[in-house]
């Protein structure tokens, strides 16, 4: 059996590189669709770190993120259907991308390690709504 839309949530950190790649493997030997998500940061945690002159936070976390995932679509090697930059909670939109554009496979990292953050981990709140098949890849190790 294989998979036919991939949709790998990824992170602006190194180990998304390899989780792309994974996600790669498992979708290449099946011409599989790919699509990326990622969520950008909310400026509004950094209102009061921010100088006063940074009006345009927002606009320029956006801008990070987009760059950021233009080198993963670059380095995968595999073409992307699409690249999701989103904010809020992540698994509702993973869950409203699978429902309405035919996503049979989540691929997720996971390289929390400690207690606390294995509770706050995203890939938590997906595993539990999904209504489709989920892949937790160790990361990190």
């Known amino acids: 059996m294989g998979y036919a839309h991939l949709l790998v949530a ?3 950190t190194p180990e998304s590189h390899e989780l792309v790649a994974r996600a790669v493997s ?3 030997p099946f011409e599989a669709r790919l699509s990326l998500i ?4 909310d400026p509004e945690m950094y209102n009061q770190f921010a100088a006063p ?3 345009n936070v927002r606009e320029i976390l956006g801008e990070e993120t ?3 995932m233009d080198e993963l679509i670059q380095r995968a090697a595999y073409p992307v259907e699409q690249a999701i930059i989103t904010s809020g909670e992540l698994s509702e939109h993973v869950l ?3 429902e309405t554009q035919g ?3 989540v691929v997720c990292g996971n390289h929390n390690q400690s207690f606390f953050a294995r509770a706050a981990c995203s890939a938590k709140g997906i595993v539990a709504s999904s209504k489709t098949d989920v892949l937790l890849v160790a990361l990190g190790k």
């Open 103 to 105: 996503v049979d496979l």
């Open 26 to 28: 498992i979708a290449r």
């Open 66 to 68: 987009k760059q950021f």
């Open 10 to 12: 990824v992170s602006p």
């Open 53 to 55: 002159m940074m009006e």
């Open 38 to 41: 990622t969520l950008t940061s």
């Open 96 to 98: 409203h991308i699978c």
